[in-house]
């Protein structure tokens, strides 16, 4: 049984910084994308930025040059960290993985909130 836990986020002035983790728990896990999406509220699902099993990574347009994405093949864990916050990336934040080698591919965490206020 595949587990998406994700850790992290709360809230924070315009400009500061936050770090989102996600761990993926399993056996015999073969990951090769994980991701963060977002929503804000009345908005769809977009996607923050991804990092592949071969380091490629990638990054929303309108995160670009603030949030950074790694990840330890050795955990599990994807990092996602977050600076220059700016009001409008108030939303919750989704990790999300796929691991090819199980019948079923992709997994959601929970979410979990980031507020932006001044």
């Known amino acids: 049984q595949v587990r998406v836990v994700e850790s992290g986020g709360g809230s924070v002035q315009p400009g500061g910084s936050l770090e989102l983790s996600c761990t993926v728990f399993?056996?015999?896990?073969?990951?090769?994308?994980m991701a963060w999406y977002r929503q804000a509220p009345g908005k769809q699902r977009e996607l923050v930025a991804q990092?592949?099993?071969?380091?490629?990574?990638g990054l929303g347009e309108s995160v670009k040059g603030r949030f950074a994405i790694s990840k330890d093949s050795a955990t599990n864990t994807a990092t996602l960290t977050m600076d220059s916050l700016q009001i409008e990336d108030t939303a919750v934040y989704y990790c999300?993985?796929?691991?090819?080698?199980?019948?079923?591919?992709?997994?959601w965490g929970q979410g979990t909130q980031v507020t932006v206020s001044a």
């Open positions: 999300y993985v796929r691991i090819p080698n199980y019948f079923k591919t992709d997994y």
């Open positions: 990092i592949t099993s071969g380091r490629v990574r």
């Open positions: 399993g056996e015999h896990l073969q990951v090769d994308v």
